[in-house]
């Protein structure tokens, strides 16, 4: 199987996306930073069932990353992205420089901000972080102009940020989520679990059962969400990481809910080391 042709300048982009659409191509987006793993590639084989194109952004976007944060260390690895994307349906990589993507410089980039959504659970303690990651959204629509954009949902907070910046500023986008993919003891696949050393990789699956058990007594009909996420907090604590939050949410909105929502997610995010781990577990009441 082939690697997919790299585009790295918005005209060969472009160019072949023109081609397409004079075939009358259905056109689908998977935006990532590259380091891809099995949930990546679980995107785009997503977005190749629903459209004749696929194309794959690979671009680490410095917009999204705050003082202090791995902009620097995070992996760079288009040669190996490559090999993996081939046979996943993907039809072009879009892999663009900074300098492609903001002619202006960091600071002199128009930026594009959903207010509210992008300030709340991990936007408390990552300020600026959402306003990069719908800035460069905001571009890699305009430059591909998908039918169809493809997100994971284990960053949930970003696909509803996504969906209703796509409201808010009118982009004909349908854009979809895809369920996380997970390791075999639960772990949500990330391109930061590299991060992790032995012994934390061992304790890292802690927050998943964490969520896993606030979900099971959710559906058993407990509805002290305080009280249920004060212990989510507590059990990743003990398991010695260090929780930045344990919270239940609306689905749609990500407002706090009330008793009688049927539509509910609990989302976490905590640090274990070097690493950020951030998940969530969707629950559907009858």
């Known amino acids: 199987m082939s690697r997919p042709p790299v585009a790295d300048e918005v005209s060969g982009l472009r160019a072949r996306i023109a081609e397409w659409r004079r075939a009358g191509l259905r056109v689908a987006l998977v935006p990532t930073m590259g380091n891809l793993h099995e949930g990546h590639l679980d995107l785009v084989r997503a977005a190749a069932g629903r459209a004749e194109r696929v194309v794959a952004s690979v671009f680490v976007n410095p917009l999204q990353f705050g003082p202090g944060e791995d902009f620097a260390a995070y992996p760079r690895t288009l040669a190996d992205d ?52 719908t800035t460069v959204v905001a571009k890699l629509f305009n430059l591909v102009q998908p039918d169809l954009a493809v997100f994971g949902q284990k960053d949930y907070q970003q696909l509803v940020i996504i969906r209703q910046m796509v409201r808010d500023l009118d982009f004909p986008v349908d854009v979809r989520g895809v369920p996380t993919r997970r390791e075999s003891d639960g772990l949500a696949m990330s391109s930061r679990n590299r991060y992790l050393t032995p012994t934390e990789r061992r304790a890292a699956p802690a927050m998943h059962a964490a969520l896993q058990a606030a979900a099971e007594a959710l559906r058993a009909g407990e509805r002290d969400f305080v009280a249920l996420q004060q212990a989510g907090m507590d059990n990743i604590e003990s398991a010695g990481m260090s929780p930045e939050y344990f919270e239940v949410r609306r689905q749609d909105s990500l407002a706090p809910p009330a008793a009688d929502d049927r539509n509910l997610v609990v989302l976490a995010a905590s640090k274990l080391g070097r690493a950020r781990l951030i998940d969530n577990e969707l629950v559907e009441l009858d």
């Open 82 to 133: 490559l090999e993996q994307l081939a046979g996943t349906g993907c039809a072009l990589v879009f892999a663009p420089s900074e300098a492609v993507m903001y002619p202006q410089g960091r600071d002199g980039t128009t930026r594009v901000e959903v207010p509210g959504l992008g300030d709340m659970l991990c936007g408390t303690s990552r300020p600026g972080h959402f306003a990069g990651v």
